[in-house]
């Protein structure tokens, strides 16, 4: 009998390891990406929005690379309100060679009603490390969107700054990043598996 309970122990003691815990976790039903740039004359403001099919992200802890979110964006898919304007950006952004900007969720942590954590924005073929990103919740009619403002330069991604774009105005140096997760009321914890939830 000693055998079968030191059996019986250990497996108890590996499934405690493998099994999930009661861990939160949010799901990511779209996003919306913002780009402004002051000029001359004013902000310019660029936008892409999309959807995607519901992406389960555990909180409080560093996700696995295989796990991450990862939202791959079409820099052509971006709107700066012109056709000039989308050709101008496409071309800052150098899409001919770097067609996507990428943003991967490394780590999100819950800090009462807004979450931190940390990013990789990847860039014109540059990956650009984000600590410490603060995301503010914003509730609306059945979900709640997770805001957070990021403040770059096209030095500072290896790009140079557009001297005109649309030929009309001077572009300066400093990108101001918006990325809007929107996230599905959903269980604040496994009290059904995660797979289960996401099949829904």
């Known amino acids: 009998m000693l055998p079968v309970r030191i059996f019986l122990v250990a497996v108890s003691m590996l499934s405690a390891t493998v099994l999930p815990k009661n861990e939160e976790f949010i799901v990511i039903t779209g996003n919306k990406v913002s780009v402004a740039a002051g ?9 892409y929005t999309g959807s ?3 992406d389960t992200l555990l909180l409080n802890r560093h996700i696995p690379q295989s ?21 101008d950006f496409e071309k800052a952004l150098n899409a001919s060679q770097h ?16 979450y931190k954590g940390n990013l990789n924005l990847i860039v014109a073929g540059k990956t650009i490390p984000l600590r410490n990103v603060s995301f503010y919740a914003h ?30 105005f001077k572009v300066e140096d400093e990108l101001r990043v918006t990325v809007e997760l929107q996230v599905h009321k959903q269980p604040k914890a496994y009290s059904e598996s995660i797979a289960t939830y996401k099949n829904r």
């Open 39 to 47: 000029t001359t004359l004013g902000d310019i403001n660029c936008a």
């Open 52 to 54: 995607t099919q519901k």
């Open 67 to 87: 796990e991450r979110l990862k939202l791959a964006i079409p820099v052509k898919a971006f709107n700066c309100g012109n056709i000039l304007l989308n050709k």
């Open 99 to 114: 067609p996507y900007t990428k943003i991967e969720v490394v780590y999100l942590n819950k800090e009462g009603n807004d």
């Open 139 to 168: 509730p609306g009619n059945g979900v709640t969107y997770l805001k957070s403002n990021i403040c770059l330069n096209f030095s500072e991604i290896g790009l140079a700054t557009p001297k005109k774009m649309g030929g009309l």
